[in-house]
């Protein structure tokens, strides 16, 4: 027996049931669709998207930063409930590579200052280091969460996935799509690769598996040689890369997180 969701195979599970070895949908009797849960939520296949983007909503970010010459837009997702937050390097920095001073999030309907805590690259992602930054807001507004990271070990190239972020500054929305390859070197750095829709202004944000577990923060898109952007081609940094800049950085709040 397959799955009709991803073509694994399906084992019968303590309680009776089939359920798929690969993405672990749920099947019963003559069921003609796959049941699981999510965030606590039973989903079918149509409203696994829908269930992710409640659970989770609460915890990404709308960034808007004021710099000294120029103003942008990005997003990023809060890790701890005093406030922690992961966003890219290229969001929470200035061109020159120095840290924003004057950086706004939005949350939960509610805006508080943030602060940045640290680079891991100093040339606005341009540099050596993974394109990441820890910020921490002023305050935690009434209703928002943190979001929980998985296991890089359970990634597979083909897998769904799920993009939420502040896409051109407009406001949060979703994507969908799968992991393109789990692991590509791009100019010596390690990155998932993904079809999700990437625009400007998802940079920071989560990407989720079909739990609704944090696999990676957005980064960028990938371009033609002349500028033009590619279809289907965009990355992210790595949860695992994520966890050891976190642990670098602090590792009282990488404890907090299990690491």
Not at 16 to 39: H, L
Not at 145 to 157: G, I, M, P, Q, S
Request: net charge positive; with cysteine; hydrophobic share 35%.
């Amino acid at each position: 027996m397959r799955c009709i969701r991803c073509g694994g195979n399906l084992e019968k599970n303590s309680n009776g049931k089939y359920a798929c070895i690969y993405c672990g949908w749920e099947y019963s009797g003559e069921e003609e669709r796959p049941v699981r849960s999510v965030g606590g939520m039973t989903s079918s296949s149509a409203s696994e998207g829908a269930d992710i983007f409640e659970v989770n909503k609460c915890g990404t970010l709308d960034i808007s930063c004021r710099g000294r010459t120029a103003a942008w837009s990005g997003s990023g997702y809060i890790i701890s409930l005093d406030g922690y937050a992961v966003t890219n390097a290229h969001v929470a920095a200035e061109k020159d590579g120095s840290a924003c001073k004057d950086i706004r999030v939005r949350v939960n309907g509610q805006t508080v200052p943030a602060t940045v805590i640290a680079l891991a690259d100093n040339l606005a992602g341009s540099g050596k280091g993974p394109d990441l930054a820890l910020i921490k807001l002023a305050s935690v507004p009434i209703g928002a969460r943190k979001l929980e990271f998985a296991d890089f070990n359970t990634v597979k190239t083909g897998q769904r996935v799920y993009v939420i972020g502040n896409s051109l500054g407009d406001g949060m929305c979703m994507t969908g799509g799968i992991v393109s390859d789990r692991r590509r070197m791009i100019n010596g750095k390690p990155l998932l690769m993904t079809d999700c829709a990437i625009n400007g202004g998802n940079s920071g944000g989560p990407i989720f598996n079909d739990r609704g577990k944090v696999i990676g923060t957005i980064c960028s898109s990938r371009v033609h040689n002349d500028g033009s952007a590619t279809e289907g081609m965009n990355y992210a940094v790595p949860a695992d890369v994520v966890l050891s800049f976190i642990s670098s950085v602090s590792p009282r709040l990488a404890r907090q997180l299990g690491v």
